[in-house]
């Protein structure tokens, strides 16, 4: 199974970012897709997650209202959409996976690599 991220980079606070996540080696449309994303010396915390048919979604709460979670099955890739960043949302942002639905880190099997998101204020 790979997961592989993209669409990090460096923008300044009140700017828009989009990250894609591209799945392959699992049944795409039988997972539960979740963003989560860690700063350095941090714990992993829930941004958001998609249901596998993209019927219902979940947010934490620094990030509702400001960003989106989305995904075309068709395609094996799940998106955040990310409007009015700020320099709190700098991290490292990872995609993940899982056949059940949920918010705890320990509950998703597949992992991408991770892509950096820096916002500067």
């Known amino acids: 199974v790979q997961l592989i991220e993209s669409g990090g980079g460096l923008v300044q606070a009140g700017d828009s970012l989009s990250l894609s996540c591209v799945a392959s080696g699992l049944t795409f449309g039988e997972n539960h897709m979740a963003w989560f994303r860690q700063e350095p010396g941090k714990d992993r915390d829930f941004v958001a997650a998609v249901t596998e048919n993209g019927d219902r979604t979940n947010y934490a709460d620094s990030v509702k209202g400001r960003f989106t979670v989305s995904r075309e099955n068709a395609k094996n890739t799940v998106y955040l959409q990310m409007t009015n960043l700020k320099p709190e949302d700098t991290a490292v942002y990872y995609c993940?996976?899982?056949?059940?639905?949920?918010?705890?880190?320990?509950?998703?099997?597949?992992w991408g690599q991770g892509t950096q998101v820096t916002v500067s204020s």
């Open positions: 993940a996976a899982n056949p059940v639905f949920g918010m705890v880190e320990s509950e998703y099997t597949y």
